[in-house]
């Protein structure tokens, strides 16, 4: 198996922030700037609900993701958050903040770290490309069955899943 360096991932030490049902949209970016600060880049989805749970919210309402996208599309014209749109397998269309891939301005575009407490559905498929590569550069041979399993072992993942298999397809059409 070929060894990849991954840096340990960077999870946000939650704190009260506030209620996404009413913040202002001074109130939002202050949290999610601290989000982003440690977690950047991510999915979109994933930082509202990071957000969402520190202000009190178990379930994003269709409203409060309404907010929660505005806020961020504001701070990308202001050019204060990149949003990165990925054609990600697991959403049907560009609308899905799934697919957007967020971060601060001055941030890594992409970074390769360990899972930590991400879901394999949350790592950004831009790090899951940087990782084949990784894995491509190393050993030229490696297939994508090889390449899924070494990915997975560095993970600390045991299945080979459909999500998996499904993430890493899409990785190897869009990138490869």
């Known amino acids: 198996m070929v060894d990849v360096t991954l840096q340990e991932f960077n999870h946000w030490q939650a704190r009260p922030v506030a209620d996404p049902r ?9 949290g999610m700037t601290e989000i982003l600060e440690a977690q950047a880049p991510m999915q979109a989805l994933e930082l509202f609900q990071t957000y969402a749970k520190a202000g009190g ?22 050019g204060t958050i990149i949003i990165e749109t990925e ?29 930590g407490p991400r879901s394999f559905a949350e790592v950004p498929l831009s790090e899951l ?28 993942l045991q299945k080979l899943t459909a999500l998996v298999q499904r993430r890493l397809d899409r990785v190897f059409s869009e990138y490869f």
């Not at 009413?22 to 202050?30: E, H, I, L, T, V």
């Not at 269709?62 to 907010?67: E, P, Y």
């Not at 894995?135 to 997975?152: H, P, T």
């Open 22 to 30: 009413r913040a202002s949209p001074a109130q939002f970016m202050d």
């Open 57 to 78: 919210l178990m379930k994003i309402t269709a409203s409060v993701r309404s907010r929660f996208e505005r806020v961020i599309k504001d701070a990308a014209r202001a």
């Open 87 to 115: 054609n990600d397998s697991e959403v049907e269309d560009d609308t899905d903040p799934r697919c957007w891939i967020v971060r601060l301005e001055g941030q890594e575009r992409v970074i390769m770290r360990t899972l």
């Open 129 to 156: 490309a940087a990782f084949v590569l990784e894995l491509r550069c190393a050993d030229e041979f490696m297939g994508k069955e090889e390449i899924a399993r070494s990915i997975l072992s560095h993970y600390g």
